[in-house]
């Protein structure tokens, strides 16, 4: 892989920052999911994660960290993450299309675990559709295994299905 030659920003997404990531969120999805999900499944999974009022809601609660990444002054990516029936998980990890495969997502990956570990948690977890062959190759690059397969209803008439898969600390 190549590396971003330019440094990786990363800061904390604060609520002026709300509809630049709703909207990269948008670019990002529409490029790497059909094929993967349905576009109607797009639509809905991107309303109810992304949209403006569950992002703000996302900021104000205690057990969620919004990071994004910056190269100069352009938002690359981010890394959502949070405390998910007592584990570490590694929510959302975005990267737009032309700064993929330059290290930012193992940037974001480093950053998210260096505060598991320091909150004490022994691993961070996260669920990646069994179909993201790019996204599983990544995780398993950064030390993620898989630890189960699941299917999960999402509403809407849709499910997830998802592997589960860890990183020990
Ligand atoms: C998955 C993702 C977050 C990884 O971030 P990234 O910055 O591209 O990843 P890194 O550069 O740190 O790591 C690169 C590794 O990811 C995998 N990878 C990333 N893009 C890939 C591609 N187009 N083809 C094959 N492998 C790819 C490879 O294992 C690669 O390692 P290598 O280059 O040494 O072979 C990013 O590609 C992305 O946003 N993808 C689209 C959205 C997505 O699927 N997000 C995850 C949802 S669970």
Not at 13 to 23: K, N, Q
Not at 63 to 90: P, T
């Amino acid at each position: 892989m190549s590396t971003v030659t330019q440094q990786i920003d990363i800061t904390p997404v604060t609520p002026p920052d709300v509809p630049a990531i709703s909207a990269l969120a948008r670019e990002i999805w529409q490029a790497s999911y059909p094929g993967i999900i349905t576009q109607e499944q797009i639509d809905f999974m991107l309303e109810q994660r992304y949209g403006h009022e569950r992002l703000y809601d996302d900021l104000e609660d205690a057990d969620k960290w919004l990071d994004q990444a910056f190269v100069g002054d352009r938002r690359i990516g981010f890394a959502f993450s949070e405390i998910y029936k007592g584990e570490f998980k590694l929510d959302k990890l975005y990267i737009h299309p032309d700064m993929q495969r330059q290290g930012v997502g193992g940037a974001l990956i480093a950053h998210v675990a260096e505060r598991a570990k320091k909150l004490g948690y022994p691993c961070v977890i996260l669920a990646v559709n069994k179909r993201n062959e790019k996204a599983i190759g990544s995780y398993r690059k950064y030390g993620f295994a898989v630890r189960e397969a699941i299917v999960d209803d999402i509403g809407g008439g849709f499910v997830m299905d998802d592997y589960v898969m860890e990183k020990k600390l």
